[in-house]
């Protein structure tokens, strides 16, 4: 017992600065909100914050020091989950920093979102929010 209490003991106390260390350096989390207001996501060496009104769907990307990227050269859609309907949404540059793209209807609030991306240089990546 005493060394199952010393193992998850000097876990805790080992993982505590790499966690503050992520924080610190500007990680993002589902609850972290852009300039926009959007959710943030850190995906293909970019930071993407998502916009949903109605039907469109944006995408603003920022720098590490959250200065805007330009668009142009991105590619990316979209999965968009309401409730059994599944949507792919492509996803293209418009102006500056920003994608984006209109679904088929209205999206609602629980929506679930996949994001699939790929920048200028080939890196892709993914990203759910």
């Known amino acids: 017992m005493k060394k199952l209490l010393l193992a998850a003991t000097a876990v ?3 993982a505590s600065p790499v ?7 500007g990680g ?6 852009g300039p926009h207001g959007g959710r943030m996501q850190d995906v293909a060496g970019a930071h993407a914050e998502l916009l949903v009104a109605e039907r ?7 720098d590490e020091s959250g200065k805007p990227i330009p668009a142009t050269g991105y590619s990316a859609s979209m999965l968009v989950g309401t409730g059994q309907a599944r949507e792919v949404v ?8 920003t994608l984006a793209g209109d ?4 999206l609602g609030r629980g929506a679930s979102m996949t994001m699939q991306i790929k920048n200028p240089k ?8």
Do not use: E
């Open 103 to 106: 679904a088929k209807s209205a």
């Open 19 to 25: 966690l503050a260390q992520n924080t610190a350096a």
């Open 122 to 129: 080939g890196r892709s990546g993914q990203a759910r929010f």
């Open 12 to 14: 805790v106390t080992l």
């Open 56 to 62: 469109t769907i944006t995408v603003h990307l920022y």
């Open 28 to 33: 993002h989390g589902h609850a972290d909100q």
């Open 90 to 97: 492509q996803l293209s540059p418009r102006a500056d920093n």
